[in-house]
C-alpha cells in the first residue's frame, strides 16, 4: 500500500484537458516537492514535472501544481502520445524515503 | 548528455545474492544524489534506495532495509546496488537514476537491467 493515492485511470478525447491527482498527507505532499513521470507500455520512465519545472524536452501542455496534501499534473490539449501511465514521486519525511504514487493509467479516446 | 547503463542483472536462485551496476557519463557524476528504482512485472514504480555523492549519507526503503546496500565509486562513475536474501517478490526491473535535486525526485532514467530470482 502506498503512503499516495492517485486515481487509477483517466481518459479524455484528443485536445481536451485532463488532471491528475496525487493525495497523500502532511508529511509528505504536504511538506515536499512533487514529480511526476510518465511510462509508456513499461518502457523506461520519463520526467515531465519536476517540482514546479517542466523538464528540458517537455511540452508546455504539461504542468503541475499542489494545494494542500494534493498535487495536481494537468495535460492541456491531451494529445495520442499522451497515452501512458503516470506516477507521482516525493519524499515522505516520516518515512526517511521517497514514495511513488500506485499511478494513473491515462487513456486517449 | 547524461548517460546511465545498468548492468549485472539475471537469473539467481531463492536465496541468492546479486550486485548490480550502474556507469554514469556526461555529468559531474560525485555531484549528484543518485537512486535505484524498481519495477516487478505489471506492477508500479518502487523507490528502493539513495546515496549521497560523498557517499555519506544512504536512505532505503523500509521494506529493504538489511538486505539491499546502495554503494558507488566515484573514481569509475558507478553505482552499485548489492542485492542479498533475494526472494521471487525482488523479480523486477531495476533502473538507475539521477537525483533531480531540491528534492524534486530524479530527473534521469537508465535502461533498466532485468533480475529474475526463481529456482
Known amino acids: 500500500q502506498s503512503a499516495l493515492t492517485q486515481e487509477a485511470s483517466v481518459s479524455g478525447t484528443v485536445g481536451q484537458k485532463v488532471t491528475l491527482s496525487c493525495t497523500g498527507n502532511?508529511?509528505?505532499?504536504?511538506?515536499?516537492?512533487v514529480a511526476w513521470y510518465q511510462q509508456i507500455s513499461h518502457g523506461v520512465p520519463k520526467s515531465v514535472m519536476l517540482g514546479n519545472s517542466l523538464p528540458s524536452g517537455i511540452p508546455d501542455r504539461f504542468s503541475g501544481s499542489k494545494s494542500g496534501t494534493t498535487a495536481s499534473l494537468t495535460i492541456s490539449g491531451l494529445q495520442p502520445e499522451d497515452e501512458a501511465n503516470y506516477y507521482c514521486?516525493?519524499?515522505?519525511?516520516?518515512?526517511?524515503?521517497?514514495?511513488f504514487g500506485p499511478g494513473t493509467k491515462v487513456t486517449v479516446l | 548528455e547524461v548517460k546511465l547503463l545498468e548492468s549485472g542483472g539475471g537469473l539467481v536462485q531463492p536465496g541468492g545474492s546479486l550486485r548490480l551496476s550502474c556507469v554514469a557519463s556526461g555529468f559531474s557524476f560525485s555531484d549528484y544524489w543518485m537512486h535505484w528504482v524498481r519495477q516487478s512485472p505489471g506492477k508500479g514504480l518502487v523507490w528502493v534506495a539513495r546515496l549521497k555523492g560523498d557517499r555519506s549519507v544512504a536512505d532505503y526503503a523500509a521494506s529493504l532495509r538489511g538486505r539491499f546496500t546502495i554503494s558507488r565509486d566515484n573514481a569509475k562513475n558507478t553505482l552499485y546496488l548489492q542485492m542479498d536474501s533475494l526472494t521471487a517478490e525482488d523479480t523486477a526491473v531495476y533502473y538507475c537514476?539521477?537525483?533531480?535535486?531540491?528534492?524534486?525526485?530524479?530527473?534521469?532514467w537508465g535502461q533498466g537491467t532485468l533480475v529474475t530470482v526463481s529456482s
Open positions: 502532511t508529511n509528505n505532499i504536504g511538506s515536499s516537492p
Open positions: 514521486l516525493t519524499w515522505d519525511y516520516s518515512l526517511s524515503a521517497y514514495v
Open positions: 537514476a539521477r537525483d533531480a535535486g531540491g528534492g524534486r525526485g530524479v530527473d534521469y
